[in-house]
């Protein structure tokens, strides 16, 4: 199923955004199911960090343009109301939040990696802004 894999180590929350086949492109429902994530993982008492990383050979290719319609006609509404609760759950989190980039970050998957707190980033990684 895609979406944001979940996964303890210890003390440590892992979360993965895991559709590969898009390189982890943003829509509403993965970005939605970041957010309930994250705020699982907040939640426990026993996280102490977590990391955020992508499935496959990218971090977040930004936003899926299949998916573009989903925001409705005001974009800006939209991205407040679907988008945006991800970074602030991020950006708000009470654990520190790393952000693993194993791949491209590009548009939006750019601004998701600046939300953490440290970014540690692969070799291969790039970092594109339009």
């Known amino acids: ?6 996964e303890r180590d210890g003390a440590v929350g892992i979360l993965t955004l895991d559709e590969p086949a898009t390189l982890n492109a943003m829509t509403p429902a993965l970005l939605e199911d970041l957010a309930a994530a994250v705020g699982e993982m907040e939640h426990d008492e026993v ?6 990383t992508g499935a496959g050979r990218g971090f977040c290719s930004g ?4 998916a573009f319609n ?7 509404a939209g991205v407040m109301t679907r ?11 009470r654990v520190p939040v790393v952000v693993a980039v194993n791949g ?5 998957g750019f601004r998701l ?3 953490g707190d440290i970014i540690v ?3 291969p990684a790039t970092f594109i802004q339009v």
């Open 1 to 6: 199923m895609a979406g944001v894999k979940r």
């Open 47 to 52: 996280v102490r960090s977590l990391i955020l």
């Open 63 to 66: 936003q899926n343009l299949k």
């Open 70 to 76: 989903a925001l409705g006609e005001d974009i800006v």
């Open 83 to 93: 988008y945006f609760p991800a970074m602030q759950a991020l950006r708000e989190c």
């Open 104 to 108: 491209v970050a590009a548009g939006g």
């Open 113 to 115: 990696a600046m939300a």
């Open 121 to 123: 980033a692969a070799r």
